[in-house]
C-alpha cells in the first residue's frame, strides 16, 4: 500500500518535471521567433524613448534570451549628439533578471560613431570623452536597475560636426 503511493508520488514528480521542462523549451522557442525578436526590439526603444534616447534598431538576432546582437543601433541622445554603432553583442546575466534588475556582462560593439555639435575647437582627451560617455550614461533613467561590467569598442570614431575635428580609436574598453 505505501509502494503504490510512493510511486504514484514519483510518477507526479517525473511528470511535473518533465512539464516544466518542456515549457521551458518552449518559452525559449517563442522568444527565438521573429514575432518576440520585434517585441523585444520595440519594447527596448520604446524604454529608451522614455529616458530621453530616440533610438532605431535593426537586425536583432542571437540566442536569445541571455545573448544578442543588434546589427546597427542609432542613438540620437540630444539635439546635438547621436551615437550610431554596428554589430554589438552583449551578454546578460540570468539571476539578476529574476529579481528584477539588468545586469550585462560585457557589450562588444565592431565599430561606432559618436557625432556632437560644438562651435568650440577645443582639442580632444580621450578622458574628457570618457567623462562625457559617462556622465551621459548617467542621465539616462530605466524603469529597472541597470549594471554594466564591461564594454569594448573595436573601432570608434568620435567627431565634431561644426569643426569637422575627429579622432579614430581602435580598441577602446
Not at 56 to 77: N, V, Y
Request: aromatic share 10%; net charge negative.
Amino acid at each position: 500500500m505505501n509502494f503504490s503511493f510512493l510511486l504514484k508520488t514519483l510518477r507526479w514528480i517525473w511528470f511535473s518535471i518533465l512539464f516544466l521542462l518542456i515549457a521551458l523549451c518552449a518559452l525559449l522557442a517563442l522568444l527565438q521567433s521573429k514575432w518576440a525578436k520585434e517585441q523585444i526590439k520595440d519594447r527596448v526603444t520604446v524604454l529608451l524613448h522614455e529616458a530621453g534616447i530616440k533610438a532605431d534598431l535593426s537586425g536583432l538576432d542571437g540566442k536569445l534570451p541571455f545573448s544578442w546582437t543588434i546589427e546597427q543601433a542609432q542613438l540620437h541622445l540630444n539635439p546635438s549628439e547621436e551615437l550610431d554603432l554596428h554589430q554589438i553583442t552583449l551578454r546578460l546575466s540570468f539571476l539578476p533578471l529574476l529579481q528584477g534588475k539588468i545586469d550585462i556582462n560585457y557589450i562588444q560593439i565592431k565599430e561606432g560613431t559618436y557625432l556632437f555639435s560644438n562651435p568650440d575647437p577645443s582639442p580632444f582627451s580621450l578622458e574628457e570623452i570618457r567623462r562625457q560617455i559617462r556622465e551621459g550614461l548617467d542621465r539616462i533613467i530605466l524603469p529597472c536597475s541597470l549594471s554594466l561590467s564591461h564594454i569594448s569598442v573595436d573601432s570608434l570614431i568620435i567627431k565634431n560636426s561644426q569643426t569637422a575635428e575627429g579622432f579614430h580609436y581602435r580598441d577602446w574598453e
